[in-house]
């Protein structure tokens, strides 16, 4: 059986994601915890949008649930069209597998593997071989400045590095939604620029979407929209400016 899902969105929708009202609840009784408190977001096709906001209001859980990796509690949530929670887990697998793209904020990187075969795992699953999965690996690493590290270990690379190829394991299948968790948390100026720039390059093809969570003040310039978080709740959304985001000062 085909458990891949296919939304196919009319040709006049330009909305990537909508929230509305979403909700979700960790644990029970007198220990729960309120992660989300009514969540209400849109997400434009061919755009970047990053989530700001305290550590703790939420932002990895809102991710998680647009990625299809944790499920709401209540609300409304559809992406490119699919409602994520009429599907089944084997459907949700196979939707999340050709649709979406994450980069973890701990890499998750497999130490039994090579750098490029990290790499390559995405492609391996949607059914291309591992010689040619691994050869575009390379390929992508090079754009990202590894070029000469596919055979190494993960272990063997620096928190910078290790970032960057699980940003280009995030990449290497042409993701419809790419979510990121601090993709530049890593970093340093120059390579979290570098990065981000061929993260919003990526959002702005056409039927595609990224969603980016970031305390990184320096990229926020690079956003369409910034959606501000706190306390579980989107408070308000902005379209910065090139010389200042509303609360916090000069861009660079």
Do not use: Y
């Not at 998680?64 to 994520?84: H, K, N």
Request: include cysteine; charged fraction near 25%; aromatic fraction near 2%.
């Amino acid at each position: 059986m085909n458990n891949t899902i296919e939304p196919t969105p009319s040709p006049t929708t330009r909305v990537a994601i909508r929230l509305r009202a979403v909700e979700k609840t960790f644990g029970k009784g007198e220990s729960a915890v309120r992660a989300l408190r009514g969540v209400d977001l849109e997400v434009p096709i061919g755009e970047l949008t990053m989530l700001v906001g305290p550590s703790g209001c939420g932002k990895t859980t809102l991710i998680s649930i647009l990625a299809g990796l944790l499920s709401r509690d209540r609300g409304e949530l559809s992406v490119f069209g699919q409602d994520l929670g009429a599907l089944r887990r084997d459907q949700l697998s196979a939707w999340r597998r050709e649709n979406v793209g994450f980069i973890f904020q701990q890499f998750n990187l497999v130490p039994q593997l090579t750098v490029a075969e990290n790499v390559s795992v995405p492609l391996v699953l949607k059914g291309e071989s591992v010689s040619a999965a691994v050869k575009k690996a390379g390929e992508l690493l090079a754009t990202l400045g590894l070029e000469g590290r596919s055979k190494s270990a993960p272990l063997k690379l620096s928190g910078g590095q290790q970032q960057r190829v699980a940003i280009a394991r995030a990449l290497i299948h042409e993701p419809r939604l790419l979510v990121c968790d601090e993709p530049t948390s890593a970093l340093d100026a120059e390579l979290g620029r570098r990065v981000m720039t061929l993260i919003r390059d990526r959002s702005h093809q056409r039927d595609r979407a990224v969603v980016v969570v970031t305390h990184d003040d320096r990229i926020f310039h690079l956003a369409d929209t910034i959606a501000h978080m706190d306390d579980g709740l989107i408070i308000r959304s902005e379209r910065p400016t090139r010389t200042t985001v509303a609360g916090h000062g000069p861009l660079h």
